[in-house]
């Protein structure tokens, strides 16, 4: 439980002086902030002491940073598009960053990089999330070069990078497991891998031991949230309901060495997360109360 965290998109609807103290009532120790309302990577646009005394005052320790570099705007309207959000300051990014042809492109995506690690390392923070460029395999050899700088950059200062497994099998890099490991073994850093995630691998009909099993040595952080079979598709649920085993999970993750940490993504509309949050983080302590007493 000392290695749970949570993200902070579910209170994207709050500003950081309100959603912490909300994350610190849920009983949370860690959050990780997503690069919306509560962090950005600018910083005449963020105060990043304000922030970090936001989080002290809170008992909180900023445990990674939810951004999308590497990925420019492409890896941002990606992701936003699925909340119906807009990207703010859409203007100031890359535009596919470092699948980019442009050195000038890849360039300016590695400085935005360079300085958000500094930014996480000045939180004391293990990771910041990143993206694959466009997503397309055929660009893994451009963008290897600087990611591999990131990575060097990001052992200086300690800090990790971890690309989330997104979209469909077989259809881009960070949706299918085969590719996930290809760039990993191809940027050849510890510090560098994916952020595993089960809950979009099984929305996207990939299954998600399998996926685990493929990816367990390129493994640098997660982000946990259940869901179910309904339709023709999957809805989220509370944990425990679901039809995801995250004591096996977490029993594989120890077992292979995995030293990071568990983020709750609470993404539900009931109830809201004023109240979700703790309940997403009581049901999953009690799914491993049961493992126990099951055994």
């Known amino acids: 439980m000392s290695r749970l965290s949570t993200c902070s998109i ?5 500003p950081a002086a309100e959603a912490f103290p909300i994350i610190a009532a849920a009983g949370y120790k860690k959050v990780d902030v997503h690069e919306k309302v ?15 005394a936001i989080a002290d005052e809170n008992g909180l320790q900023i445990a990674n940073l939810a951004t999308y570099l590497g990925g420019g705007l492409y890896g941002r309207n990606m992701m936003y598009a699925f909340h ?3 990207v703010p300051h859409a203007e100031r990014f890359t535009k596919i960053g470092f699948s980019s042809e442009d050195p000038a492109e ?4 590695f400085e935005q990089m360079k300085h958000t690690i500094d930014v996480a390392a000045f939180f004391g923070s293990r990771s910041i999330r990143v993206f694959p460029g466009n997503d397309d395999p055929e660009t893994i050899d451009r963008m290897v070069p600087w990611f591999k700088r990131s990575a060097e950059y990001g052992a200086e200062k300690n800090v990790s990078l971890a690309f989330e497994n997104e979209g469909t099998d077989g259809v881009g890099i960070s949706g299918t497991p085969d590719f996930c490991v290809e760039l990993s073994e191809k940027v050849g850093s510890p510090y560098f891998g994916v952020l595993y995630e089960p809950g979009n691998l099984t929305f996207n009909g990939t299954d998600y031991r399998t996926a685990l099993e493929t990816m367990k040595d390129h493994i640098v952080h997660t982000h946990f949230k259940d869901c179910k079979p309904v339709g023709d598709g999957y809805e989220m649920q509370h944990f425990g309901q679901g039809i995801i085993d995250f004591p096996w999970i ?8 995995y030293k990071g940490d568990f983020a709750l993504e609470f993404e539900l509309h009931d109830p809201k997360p004023e109240i979700g949050l703790k309940k997403f983080r009581d049901d999953f302590a009690a799914l491993f109360d049961k493992r126990v007493n099951d055994s």
């Open 38 to 52: 509560h962090f950005l990577i600018f910083e005449d646009l963020c105060d990043y002491k304000a922030l970090k």
């Open 84 to 86: 119906d959000w807009q």
């Open 10 to 14: 579910a209170l994207n609807h709050h």
């Open 250 to 257: 977490v029993e594989k993750l120890n077992a292979w060495g």
């Open 106 to 109: 890849r360039k300016r995506e």
